[in-house]
T-cell receptor, first 113, second 114 residues
Framework: AQSVAQPEDQVNVAEGNPLTVKCTYS??????LFWYVQYPNRGLQFLLK??????LVKGSYGFEAEFNKSQTSFHLKKPSALVSDSALYFC???????????FGIGTKLQVIP | DAGVIQSPRHEVTEMGQEVTLRCKPI?????LFWYRQTMMRGLELLIY????????DSGMPEDRFSAKMPNASFSTLKIQPSEPRDSAVYFC????????????FGEGSRLTVL
């Protein structure tokens, strides 16, 4: 079984400040980890992924995420938030060798001008 | 490529009616997934296909739901008969069997059953 937890329903941050959106996961096996973003009335868009190697991965729009195996976490970060970053963010996990992707419940990011 | 294409974008129907949602995946992708999104339950995987063959349909809620993929460029999700609790946004996504296989999502079909 695999699962993803996003402990915060909503994260508020002031424009220009760093942001963090938290994600922890549980899998039996080695994971692939993903972050997706969803804007209102749109489909999910892929942001970044962790496969193997460097624990800090960089993705689209200046986002990055840090993989921590001991804490089974994959937090999304950005050094300086923009108002346009306001959206719904989903963490997802897939076990290597299997195609089924499990998503977290999503975290609403609100960047305040 | 135009991305994953879903139709219709919006569907309003009455309880008991048949609903058919359609999806055209990205050309060359091996996998196709159907997800349902609601406020209460988030994103739920309903079924996925590999090379047009259903692999895992354990997420299909009940016998009223069925999905087919007659060829590599087309899939349907059918609900018959529809019920108000089926109201949700239904997403189709596709991916290939390379690397981490990130998903490419369509814009979704918003279904309202009255």
């Amino acid at each position: 079984a695999q699962s993803v937890a996003q402990p915060e329903d909503q994260v508020n941050v002031a424009e220009g400040n760093p942001l963090t959106v938290k994600c922890t996961y549980s899998v039996s096996g080695n994971p692939y980890l993903f972050w997706y973003v969803q804007y209102p009335n749109r489909g999910l868009q892929f942001l970044l992924k962790y496969i193997t190697g460097d624990n800090l991965v960089k993705g689209s729009y200046g986002f990055e995420a840090e993989f921590n195996k001991s804490q089974t976490s994959f937090h999304l970060k950005k050094p300086s938030a923009l108002v346009s970053d306001s959206a719904l963010y989903f963490c997802a996990v897939r076990v290597i060798g299997y195609q089924k992707v499990t998503f977290g419940i999503g975290t609403k990011l609100q960047v305040i001008p | 490529d135009a991305g994953v294409i879903q139709s219709p974008r919006h569907e309003v129907t009455e309880m008991g009616q048949e609903v058919t949602l359609r999806c055209k995946p990205i050309s060359g992708h091996d996998y196709l997934f159907w997800y349902r999104q609601t406020m209460m339950r988030g994103l739920e995987l309903l079924i996925y296909f590999n090379n047009n063959v259903p692999i895992d349909d354990s997420g299909m809620p009940e016998d009223r739901f069925s999905a087919k993929m007659p060829n590599a460029s087309f899939s349907t999700l059918k609900i018959q008969p529809s019920e108000p609790r089926d109201s949700a946004v239904y997403f189709c996504a596709s991916s290939w069997d390379r690397g981490a296989g990130e998903l490419f999502f369509g814009e979704g079909s918003r279904l309202t059953v009255l």
